[in-house]
């Protein structure tokens, strides 16, 4: 028995195994398969509602998810280039990093880090923000707020600011670790955000650049002009450059 044990939903809000949408994405289908629609995006956001229903009733039937996934054959390693043992051991050293550490605690997928130099600040689909000493790696604080898997954090200026599938944007104090501001208007998720001296810009998956005030937390621009979900975020020299879905980059 082949039982769903990574749900993932689409675009289009329909439900799947991931290793099978995962394979009808990448053999270049656009389209969901159950509705034929043209999907806004590729990108598959955990159902943990799903999976932790689905983990109960294996285990109140003694069911083990791992044993119920179907196979694939390994593939063979490619066999490296043979070099001398001096060159080869000299080469390792040179590109081989070592990993200072390990920062757990967040329940789903880290989706965005931010730092403001003493610390370490990451969004989960786990709708949490955690605050981490970038020296101890120790974790300070954990900010909850969010409805949904937070995207996209920005820091600067004594804030933090953070953009959220549940569609708002949060501002935090850095040095309280508390909510000032809860920013609302974009109609879907929050993927971008951008912070200027005097100003914050937050981009969608509506489309839309939104300009916000951060003295009195309201938008004072709203920007139409892509024909796609807006990704990414960048501001200099006095503009704001907003990458797509739609494969061009806006400056504004």
């Not at 965005?112 to 101890?136: E, H, K, P, Q």
């Not at 024909?227 to 975020?233: I, P, S, T, W, Y």
Request: aromatic residues 6%.
């Amino acid at each position: 028995m082949e039982i769903m044990s990574d749900p993932v939903i689409l675009a289009t809000g329909h439900t799947y195994d991931r290793p099978s949408i995962q394979r009808w994405l990448d053999s270049g289908h656009k389209t969901c398969p159950v509705t034929g629609t043209r999907l806004r995006h590729m990108e598959l956001t955990p159902n943990f509602a799903l999976r932790s229903t689905i983990a109960d009733w294996a285990a109140e039937n003694g069911i083990d998810l791992q044993r119920t996934r179907p196979s694939e054959p390994a593939a063979a390693p490619a066999e490296p280039p043979r070099q001398a043992p001096q060159q080869a051991a000299g080469r390792q050293s040179a590109n081989i990093l070592h990993c200072l550490g390990s920062l757990e605690g967040h329940t789903g997928a880290v989706r965005a880090l931010a730092t403001d130099g003493a610390r370490v600040f990451s969004g989960s689909d786990d709708a949490s923000i955690r605050v981490w000493d970038a020296r101890s790696l120790a974790c300070l604080a954990t900010l909850c707020g969010h409805a949904d898997n937070v995207r996209v954090l920005a820091v600067g200026g004594g804030l933090l600011c953070s953009g959220s599938w549940d569609r708002t944007v949060r501002v935090w104090s850095v040095d309280h670790l508390t909510c000032l501001q809860v920013l609302k208007g974009h109609s879907e998720a929050v993927l971008a955000l951008a912070l200027t001296p005097t100003q914050l810009v937050s981009g969608s998956y509506d489309a839309t650049l939104r300009f916000w005030d951060l003295g009195s937390g309201r938008c004072t621009r709203k920007c139409e002009g892509h024909g796609d979900a807006v990704r990414v975020l960048a501001a200099a020299d006095g503009h704001v450059f907003s990458g797509s879905y739609d494969g061009t980059i806006g400056i504004w």
